[in-house]
């Protein structure tokens, strides 16, 4: 038996599908507690906040 074949998806939907770059304004304290996780993680500040914000809303 054939798989069903997925249709190709508009090329609108797959452009709003990618990642979007957002600015946002934070206390000094947070950024500096953000500062010295990525450093210790190894990784950015905004992907940093990318993961803790995905994570917030997953819970």
Known sequence: MNAPQTPNPNP???LTRTPK??????????????QE??????RSIS???SFLLEQGLDQ
């Open 21 to 34: 770059r957002i600015s946002i304004t934070v206390a000094w304290e947070t950024c500096r507690r953000l």
């Open 12 to 14: 609108r939907e797959v």
């Open 47 to 49: 992907n940093l906040a």
């Open 37 to 42: 996780r990525s450093d210790k993680e190894g």
